[in-house]
């Protein structure tokens, strides 16, 4: 079992930066996958962002692509979200996730944090 838990989260204003982490326990993320997607209020969870477990492969949703970089140290068990130049449509609960392939990773992980809130402000 993997145990995440995100932190990072907070309301900020247009164009700022914020970095999303995501700390795992149980097991390390070191093979592991990870994902970042986020919920905005009244729409569907969305994948947002995704790593294999060396880091050497990453992948974006069209919407953050160039804005929003994933990272890992698997020496601290841990995932980022770098997020610049945050638009109020990024607004939305965020949620890391891990799984057993980079392809299953970004579209049904097996394991989810429990969300961590970003609010943009206009």
């Known amino acids: 079992q993997v145990q995440l838990v995100e932190s990072g989260g907070g309301l900020v204003q247009a164009g700022v930066s914020l970095r999303l982490s995501c700390a795992a326990s149980g097991r390390t993320l070191r093979t592991y996958p990870m994902a970042w997607f986020r919920q905005a209020p009244g729409k569907e969870r969305e994948f947002v962002a995704r790593?294999?477990?060396?880091?050497?492969?990453?992948g974006y949703a069209d919407s953050v692509k160039g804005r929003f970089t994933i990272s890992r140290e698997n020496a601290r068990n841990t995932v980022y979200l770098q997020m610049n130049s945050l638009r109020p449509e990024d607004t939305a609960v965020y949620y890391c996730?891990?799984?057993?392939?980079?392809?299953?990773?970004?579209?049904?992980?097996?394991?989810w944090g429990q969300g961590t809130q970003v609010t943009v402000s206009s």
């Open positions: 996730a891990a799984g057993e392939s980079y392809i299953q990773v970004g579209v049904n992980p097996d394991y």
């Open positions: 790593i294999s477990w060396s880091g050497d492969s990453t």
